[in-house]
């Protein structure tokens, strides 16, 4: 290769290399293109095929810059021109309204916890003879308006109602209101609602084995502060001769046993953990799944049936 030859591929790697970060895009792009075309006295370094596939590519990058540039003519101000702005606001209001505010985008893990449920307080009344009225009692006695914040009430059977608070502290504070007052306290009778913990089954006790070691056993293969509500409620005769035991526990728990796929150690020993579902039988047919109530309302749905005109045609 001749000295001249070698000094003008020197001159041109060293004008492609000149780029900063003033350089444009459309001036990248250009040396870009000037790469792929380049050849020697006699033929390009890359084949035909290739740099017409690379030339397109780079006209359609161009394009697509172009329709960028165009794009953010349109956009609004920048976020330092919105700084900007927002603290002259800021100077001039000094108590923005809350609509003005930037609104926050809520996480996945906020959007999953779903909407907070109400705080409900049941109330019935305290003597079933005469009519007591909770709903005008609790108006007369408590002030809702000022510390307490009611969302919703709702008839109830046997005269009693339920008062739907906004929040834990409403609830506590409508609760206290009434067992403080000598005259809500006569007529009124405020119950609370227990929540109902999952109800699994593990399988293949020995006979002798009691309730307690039972439930000591479950707590031993949990070691966090949910394992004191385990509780044992009733055992199962199985058909192998040995117990199978019913106990409740919290959803922690519940999902740990999941993660063990079903399976808890007891005395040196694996015993299955299901799901617990209670299957009733009926006293009349025998069926499961069904007590009488469902049974006398089978029995009438079908008597409608029969007398129904269609049905009197077809006989």
């Known amino acids: 290769m001749s000295t001249t ?10 004008e492609h ?8 895009s459309h001036t990248i792009i250009d040396k870009i293109r000037k790469i792929i075309n380049e050849k020697s006295e006699s033929r390009f370094y890359l084949k035909a095929e290739k740099r017409e596939k690379a030339n397109k590519l780079l006209d359609h990058l161009s394009s697509s810059i172009k329709n960028i540039e165009t794009y953010n003519l349109k956009l609004p101000p ?6 900007q702005q927002t603290e002259n606001r800021k100077a001039l209001t000094p108590n923005p309204s809350p609509s003005k ?18 705080k409900t307080v049941l109330l019935y009344p305290t003597k079933t003879e005469g009519e007591t009225d909770i709903v005008s009692l609790i108006k007369k006695e408590v002030d809702t308006k000022a510390s307490i914040k009611i969302t919703n009430v709702r008839k109830l059977q046997n005269k009693g109602v339920a008062i739907d608070c906004f929040t834990e502290e409403d609830r ?8 403080h007052k000598q005259t809500l306290q006569e007529k009124i009778r405020p119950i609370q609602v227990e929540k109902k913990l999952p109800r699994l089954i593990t399988y293949g006790y020995h006979t002798d084995v009691k309730k307690e070691a039972i439930e000591e056993g479950l707590k031993k293969n949990f070691g966090h502060q949910s394992t004191a509500a385990i509780k044992v409620l ?5 058909k192998t001769g040995k117990n199978h035991w019913v106990f409740q526990a919290p959803p922690v728990i519940y999902q740990q046993i999941k993660g063990r796929r079903g399976r808890i150690l007891f005395e040196w020993e694996n015993h299955r953990v299901e799901h617990f579902s209670s299957v009733r039988r009926c006293s009349k047919c025998q069926a499961l799944r069904q007590h009488g109530l469902q049974m006398r309302r089978q029995i009438l749905v079908l008597r409608l049936l029969c007398r129904s005109p269609s049905n009197a045609q077809l006989h």
Do not use: M, W
């Not at 030859?5 to 060293?14: A, D, K, L, V």
């Not at 920048?78 to 700084?83: C, G, L, P």
């Not at 506590?172 to 067992?179: A, E, G, H, K, Y």
């Not at 009733?234 to 199985?238: A, M, N, P, T």
């Open 172 to 179: 506590t504070n409508l609760l206290s209101v009434i067992n």
């Open 5 to 14: 030859s070698i000094q003008s591929s020197c001159s041109s790697r060293c």
């Open 17 to 24: 290399s000149i780029i900063d970060e003033n350089t444009s």
């Open 78 to 83: 920048t976020t330092e021109e919105k700084s």
């Open 234 to 238: 009733f055992s199962i005769k199985g």
């Open 101 to 118: 505010q930037t609104l926050t985008v809520a996480s996945y893990a906020d959007i999953t916890k779903g909407e907070k449920h109400p």
